[in-house]
């Protein structure tokens, strides 16, 4: 059974993600991130945020993609 793509990938946008999925700033706010107020979040890829804040990038996102279904 093929695996269902990613909606959130290492290269979506903070700002952009919470803008079209608001839930998963709860995702965020267990990570400790205050991304809804900061400004790197504009700009910032998931990825890069994520290894900014010494997070594993691939449990962040499998996390946010998790809190989509």
Known sequence: ?????AKITKD???LDMLQQHPETARVLK???LACVGCLGAQSEPIELGAINHGLDPEQL????????T
């Open 1 to 5: 059974m093929a695996q269902k793509a």
């Open 12 to 14: 979506t946008i903070f």
């Open 30 to 32: 267990r990570y400790n």
């Open 61 to 68: 996102l499998a996390d946010l993609n998790a809190a989509l």
